[in-house]
């Protein structure tokens, strides 16, 4: 399931590189990694000079000697970006959007009536820099989540990560 999910997400990619041209923002799209809460692949997509889409597909794994989980979420986000005016290729961003996530693992055993699914509205404020003559971005951020149903119901301000994208 992983690599359909990664050619499609490589193909999408690509099919955007070959059909968009390049406006006033520093960059059209951009895809790479994130490293955070876990890894995983993150796509960006400016529809305008300020606002942006992004798709975030992360997996983690956590084990301690006998109880290990493993979950995939997926994150769709619209973004506000600003430009900071004193550092060239330097912008700030805001924005929300939803996520889905999927446990898996021996949370279970010791959580009988857990969910192993749930979902979430999720905000967004970061850091993104362009590098000048380099094709690449590099990104900050934190994602404050509310889980509306499934294991985990509330408040969770741990995700957040670093991504590092190819932009073209």
Known sequence: MMKR???TFLLFGAIMFCTQKADAQLYKNGIGLR???GYGL???HFLSEKAALEGI???RSYGVTNYNYNYVRITG???IHN???SVEGLQWYYGGGLMF???GGDFKEYLPDAKTSNIGIVGALGLDYKFRDVPISITADWLPTFILSGYGDGFGGEAGG???RYTF
């Open 162 to 164: 670093l991504a590092i």
């Open 57 to 59: 597909l992360n997996y």
């Open 83 to 85: 430009p900071i005016k």
């Open 5 to 7: 999910l990664l050619t």
């Open 101 to 103: 996530q999927s446990w």
């Open 42 to 44: 993150t796509f960006k």
């Open 35 to 37: 490293l955070g809460w």
């Open 77 to 79: 986000l619209y973004l």
